[in-house]
Nanobody
Framework: QVRLVESGGGLVQPGGSLRLSCAAS????????MAWYRQPPGKQRELVAF???????NYADSVKGRFTISRDYAKNTVYLQMNSLKPEDTAVYYC???????????????WGPGTQVTVSS
């Protein structure tokens, strides 16, 4: 069993900052990638930031220069530092990991339950 648990969401004023964390636990053999997605109210889930174990990162255009994704490989944890937050960043943020639980199994997607981020004055 694999579990992803997000933390760090909450209410913040426009221009403020938040740091999200997501820890993966359980029977993890290897992690290929970790990422953050978000789902604004009434909209579809979208990619925010993505990082591979090889060190590649990718950001949505809407967050470039404001958000930074990073990983602690020893802790199987991914972070999302969010600065200069805007009301349009309001969403449920989901942690994603592509990982395998055994050398015999192919990597597959795992999702966290999500954490609410609200940007409002």
């Amino acid at each position: 069993q694999v579990r992803l648990v997000e933390s760090g969401g909450g209410l913040v004023q426009p221009g403020g900052s938040l740091r999200l964390s997501c820890a993966a636990s359980g029977s993890i053999f290897s992690i290929n990638a970790m990422a953050w997605y978000r789902q604004p109210p009434g909209k579809q889930r979208e990619l925010v930031a993505f990082t591979t174990t090889g060190g590649s990162t990718n950001y949505a255009d809407s967050v470039k220069g404001r958000f930074t994704i990073s990983r602690d490989y020893a802790k199987n944890t991914v972070y999302l530092q969010m600065n200069s937050l805007k009301p349009e960043d309001t969403a449920v943020y989901y942690c994603y990991s592509e990982l395998s639980t055994s050398y015999m199994n192919a990597a597959r997607a795992h999702w966290g339950p999500g954490t609410q981020v609200t940007v409002s004055s």
